[in-house]
C-alpha cells in the first residue's frame, strides 16, 4: 500500500538521526551491555552469545524493530578479551545497520576489585528508502524512488569497574561524528551525534534463594538531551527473575527471566507507554536469548 507522508512528518523521520537518541534502546539493558560498553569484552569467566529483538510501540505504522546479536569473552591465559556484534535498527523508511569489533584489557586492583577499558572499531550503514515516501504535490520536495545509502565507520570507547556485588560503567558512542549526505540539498547535512551511557548496579543477598539488584543507566547526548531507566529485579536461586523498571517520561516496563542448566537464558520484557505515544500504541515487547559457553580462566 502506497504511503502519503506530508512534508513535516517526512522532515521529522529523517531529522531521527539528529535527535536526542539516535542508538536503539533496550529495556534489558543489564544483559545488552557488552553493546553498550566495549570495556564489557572478557569480564566474565566464559564466552556468551546473546542475541536481543525490540518490537516497538506495536500498533503504529512501520514502528521501530531492533535486532542485535552479539558474542564476547576472555582470552584464555591474559588479562583481555575480544567480541563483536551486528544489529539491525529499522524505523519507517529509515534503517540502521552495521557490524562492530571490540577489544578490552582488564586491570586486577585487588583480590575484590577489577576495572577493564575497551575501545569498538565498526562500519555502519544508514539507508533511506525513497519508495516509501509520498509528499504533497504542491510541495517543492522532490524525492526519488531509489534507496539512499550512506556508509561511515564508527567507533567507541568505554571503562568498567566491578565486584561480586556491584558493577559501574562509562561509555562513548559514535565518537567520529560523521555526517550523513542524504537528501542533502533538501533537509542538509545530518550528523551522528556521540551518545554517553552511565551504567551501575548492586545485588543485595536477601536469603540463601532470594537476591535483589537495582541498577540504572543514564544515556543521552550531551550537554542537555538524556534519558535515564530505573530498574530493580528479584532473583531466585540465580535461576529465575523478575522485575520492574522505570523509564523517564516514557515507559514502565515488567521483565521476567530464567536461566535453564546454566547454560541456555532467556529474557522478556514488556513496555507500557507513559508518554502521548500510548494513545497510539499497544506497548512494545524485547525478547533476550542468550547462551553462556563452559568456562575457560
Known amino acids: 500500500m502506497k504511503k502519503i507522508i506530508y512534508i513535516s512528518l517526512l522532515f521529522l523521520l529523517i531529522s531521527a538521526i539528529t535527535s536526542a537518541q539516535q542508538s536503539p534502546q ?3 539493558y543489564m544483559f545488552n551491555d557488552f553493546v553498550i560498553n566495549p570495556a564489557l569484552a572478557g569480564t566474565k569467566d566464559y564466552y556468551q552469545i546473546s542475541s536481543n529483538h ?3 510501540w506495536v500498533g503504529l505504522a512501520d514502528p521501530p524493530l531492533t535486532n542485535t546479536l552479539s558474542i564476547n569473552g576472555p582470552h584464555g591465559k591474559l588479562p583481555m ?3 563483536g556484534y551486528i544489529y539491525n535498527d529499522v524505523t519507517g523508511p529509515t534503517s540502521r ?3 562492530t569489533g571490540a577489544y578490552a584489557y582488564n586491570i586486577e586492583i585487588n583480590r575484590d576489585i577489577r576495572i577493564s577499558g575497551g575501545i569498538s572499531l565498526g562500519l555502519m550503514q544508514y539507508k533511506l528508502d525513497g519508495a516509501q515516501l509520498t509528499v504533497k504535490d504542491n510541495s517543492d520536495l522532490v524525492i526519488q524512488p531509489v534507496v539512499y ?3 561511515v565507520p564508527d567507533a567507541g570507547v568505554g571503562f568498567y569497574a566491578y565486584a561480586d556485588e556491584w558493577y559501574a560503567g562509562l561509555s562513548v558512542s559514535q565518537l567520529f561524528n560523521n555526517k550523513l549526505n542524504l ?3 533538501a533537509v542538509g547535512i545530518n550528523k551522528l551525534k556521540r551518545h554517553f551511557y552511565l551504567t551501575g548496579g548492586y545485588k543485595y ?8 539488584e537495582p541498577s540504572i543507566i543514564i544515556k543521552g547526548t ?6 535515564f531507566d530505573l530498574t530493580a529485579r528479584v532473583i531466585w536461586q540465580e535461576m529465575a527473575w523478575g522485575g520492574l523498571s522505570y523509564r523517564f517520561k516514557d515507559a514502565i516496563s515488567v521483565l521476567l527471566g530464567y536461566i535453564y542448566d546454566e547454560q541456555f537464558y532467556f529474557g522478556y520484557a514488556y513496555d507500557i507507554g507513559t508518554s502521548d505515544l500510548r494513545k497510539f500504541n499497544s506497548g512494545s515487547h524485547e525478547i533476550m536469548i542468550g547462551y553462556k559457553f563452559n568456562d575457560i580462566k
Open 205 to 212: 543477598e536477601i536469603n540463601r534463594d532470594f537476591v535483589a
Open 97 to 99: 545497520t552495521g557490524i
Open 149 to 151: 545509502n550512506a556508509y
Open 54 to 56: 525490540r518490537f516497538q
Open 26 to 28: 533496550f529495556t534489558q
Open 222 to 227: 550531551a550537554p542537555k538531551a538524556y534519558q
Open 183 to 185: 537528501l542533502e540539498e
Open 81 to 83: 578479551g575480544y567480541g
